[in-house]
């Protein structure tokens, strides 16, 4: 993860951990009750919460009866995380797993992304190093915004770098970092680089019936 | 294909072989484009076009070096295909394909479907049959509305049976049929059942840069 992203995320760690105990984001009361639905479905015992934030999920994840790690690169969200549960916690970053560390606890069933992945380059590299620290059939779980946010804020529909990671979300934020946004076809062209997988993609909507996420399911084959 | 559709092209033949060779509707200029660019990538020497109706892509097909079939199940649209050049054109059902018959011609290097999938039940035989007829390492190309099409249109972005076919086409056309319209989620989990394939996406854009189709590419693996 670049220093930009880290840098911001310590700045705002703060109002973050607000916004999401608060449950301030309108969008969350779908995508989060997606992403959990999912893991429902899942079989296995560990599993690892990837850019866990302040770690909300790790802890629904231990409510389901998994054995969750949390990992994030922000030290400030993972002091925060381990005040609230005993689950393993620790800092570790992207690059951790794209320069092929080992995943404290690994190995895992599944590992999830849930809005976190924000880089354009060596998205192979993470989820492919990622893919071979889960157990056979193993499961890999990404959470990201629907592509057709790009036509719903009246941007160009190709893949692109957008400034401000945190316009739009009802907190004092500052110093956004930037974050790589993807069409349908990108993330198939991405997706479809990583071997011994397949994949399949829900299409996640809001009571307006509008996509507002992504829930990406690559199985380890 | 049923028999509201085919007699909906019956009536509407005529209708159609003006506003086709009168380059009447918009998005063709992208769409047209966008498959032709995309054969002129492929390798072989045997093409079928599936659902060719009055049969210019089986003429461009040809201008493009290929030996091309034209295959349609509406007679006058076969008819007309006929008058046009000295390529093989036949009357052929999606449902002779779905029971297994012979595409005549057959072994193809590639088959394409330009905008003439309306079918909601059938499809994975369909496909899956037109692959059994290419040969090794034979390619299967398809070209559909974009799943924007539904919000961009106001409908709830799920899967549905529209009514007509014809709206909003620069004709006057009748006695409109209907038509299976997917979201992304279910295209990729029809691709996902063909077996022995793989397969990629491009999402083609008008220039609004708002995306108005998608091309499936199949491989035959």
Chains 1, 2 share one sequence.
Request: charged share 25%; hydrophobic share 40%.
């Amino acid at each position: 993860m670049s220093k930009e992203i880290i840098s911001s995320w310590d700045k705002n760690a703060a109002e973050w951990i607000k916004v999401i105990q608060n449950d301030s984001i309108p969008s969350r009361k779908f995508t989060n009750l997606a992403i959990l639905e999912t893991i429902k479905q899942l079989d296995g015992d560990k599993i690892v919460d990837i850019g866990c934030g302040e770690g909300w999920l790790t802890r629904e994840m231990a409510n389901l009866g998994w054995e969750a790690t949390g990992l994030d690169a922000t030290a400030s969200l993972i002091e925060e995380a381990r005040k609230n549960s005993n689950q393993p916690f620790e800092v570790f970053t992207f690059e951790d797993i794209i320069e092929g560390k080992n995943i404290p606890n690994t190995p895992f069933d599944a590992a999830v992304f849930n809005f976190c992945l924000y880089l354009k380059d060596g998205l192979k590299e993470l989820l492919s190093n990622t893919l071979n620290q889960l157990s056979k059939d193993g499961v890999l779980l990404i959470q990201t915004l629907h592509p057709y946010f790009l036509i719903q804020n009246d941007l160009k529909f190709k893949s692109q770098w957008l400034s401000d990671s945190w316009k739009g979300l009802p907190g004092n934020f500052t110093d956004g970092h930037s974050w790589y946004a993807r069409t349908m076809e990108d993330w198939l062209h991405e997706l479809n680089q990583l071997e011994n997988s397949n994949f399949n993609i829900r299409e996640i909507l809001n009571d307006e019936e509008k996509p507002i996420s992504l829930i990406i399911k690559i199985n380890k084959i």
